[in-house]
């Protein structure tokens, strides 16, 4: 059936397709950065030119299924079925699947170096660990599979006083982006490892900050643990804390080149993974000058696939504690010149209930152009649900808005 109904120089056509095979075309064309439509043209095209003797498709269960093409291009179809003996539904869950078989999913892109982000503040309680996980959540998602994403980075719009002027900021259906991910819990209080349901790792075996010391006890593969969700498959790794780190410094204090300690740490085990966050502890001690130094721009390294992610909140003593952290990242820019670059700021547990406080405050850091938001995450409840569950935010509940504003801050700092 056709509509009068178009979308540019299309018309509507209304039939009947498997409900698998539409959701695989669904994900397959934004795979391909196609409209489903484009794909539907493209595969009944394929379809006309081949042969009648096409293997048949199970279409049981078919339901209806919606799509535009070309003027004429349906009745043409249509001929084309009846000439060879079909039904229309099979005739387009043919053409469905031929175009599906000559466009399998594209290999996910690797970056060229590891990228490095360390995501840090000296004041504690902003949320550094919950951006960490979330974020290397969003970045391990399932490439099969379509997640809702706010693409939107107009931020401003949550300073409208008036919702009803303001327009939602759009949801689009995007693929996951199927990166190789390891999760580093640089913090002694191990707040990361238990939020994602695992064990610190015991005093008296190996840790982080034995290979840091250059007494590591074994290979630091063999401390990594996977984060069992199947929407992240093998994809996403944590290095558990160990309340060894409170000591770190003190053992720092006597190594050499001790800046580049946790670089020699982790150099091992990089190949395995494309990105690597660190979740630094609220220090401004030798600890956070070897997450800096590793998240520098190394030779040869695009700027801005590594560095450094500041996590703050919408208040006055945040800002107080930005200062101080940027202040000891120039110092280490300027005495070891080195590149540091800043990725963005991420403004956590947003509220603006909250009144003028938070959005003032908010305003402010937009204002900041180097390093510029990059991330504006709700202070909502399903993260606090997730940390009780001891579950990841983004399996818990992948649709809530946290969930949804951590896939975009995934992307922009990504691009």
């Not at 009803?164 to 209080?189: H, I, K, N, W």
Request: net charge negative; proline share 5%.
């Amino acid at each position: 059936m056709t509509s009068s109904e178009t979308n540019s120089d299309r018309e509507k056509v209304v039939t009947k397709l498997p409900g698998a095979l539409r959701q695989e075309l669904k994900v397959r064309a934004a795979l391909h950065g196609l409209a489903m439509q484009d794909a539907v043209e493209a595969g009944i095209r394929v379809w006309q030119g081949r042969g009648a003797n096409l293997p048949s498709v199970d279409t049981a269960g078919a339901e209806s299924y919606a799509t535009f093409l070309p003027a004429g291009a349906w009745s043409e179809f249509r001929e084309d079925c009846k000439s060879r003996g079909l039904s229309l539904t099979q005739g387009l869950a043919q053409a469905v699947t031929l175009w599906l078989d000559d466009n399998p999913p594209p290999a996910v892109k690797r970056p060229d170096t590891v990228r490095r982000l360390v995501v840090c503040n000296q004041k504690g309680g902003v949320g550094k660990t919950a951006i960490t996980a979330g974020l290397g959540e969003a970045l391990a998602e399932d490439p099969t599979r379509l997640v809702p994403v706010r693409v939107s980075k107009h931020f401003a719009a949550l300073l409208d006083e008036d919702a009803s002027t303001t327009d939602p900021l759009a949801l689009e259906d995007l693929p996951g982006l199927g990166q190789r991910v390891l999760l580093v819990d640089f913090d002694p209080q191990g707040h990361l490892t238990k939020q994602l349901g695992q064990e610190p790792l015991v005093m008296e075996g190996d840790s982080l900050t034995n290979h840091m010391a250059g007494d590591a006890k074994g290979d630091l593969r063999d401390l990594v643990v996977a984060v069992d969700e199947d929407r992240f498959g093998d994809r996403l790794h944590l290095l558990p804390a160990c309340t060894d780190a409170f000591l770190l410094d003190v053992r720092l204090a006597a190594v050499r080149a001790r800046e580049g300690a946790l670089e020699r740490a982790l150099t091992a085990i990089e190949d395995d993974y494309d990105v690597i966050l660190i979740d630094c502890p609220p220090s401004l001690g030798l600890s956070m000058d070897a997450a800096s130094y590793y998240g520098r721009r190394r030779s040869g390294e695009a700027a801005g696939n590594s560095g450094v992610l500041i996590v703050v909140q919408a208040e006055d003593s945040s800002a107080d504690a930005y200062g101080l952290l940027t202040s000891q990242i120039e110092d280490m820019r300027a005495d070891l010149a080195l590149d540091i670059d800043y990725l963005g700021l991420v403004v956590n547990h947003y509220d603006a209930r909250r009144g003028y406080i938070a959005t003032s405050s908010l305003q402010s850091w937009m204002d900041i152009k180097d390093p510029r938001v990059v991330g504006v995450i709700g202070d909502l409840k399903e993260q606090k649900e997730a940390v009780r569950a001891k579950r990841p935010l983004l399996a818990y509940s992948p649709r809530c808005e946290q969930s949804v504003a951590l896939r975009a801050l995934s992307r922009e700092i990504s691009k």
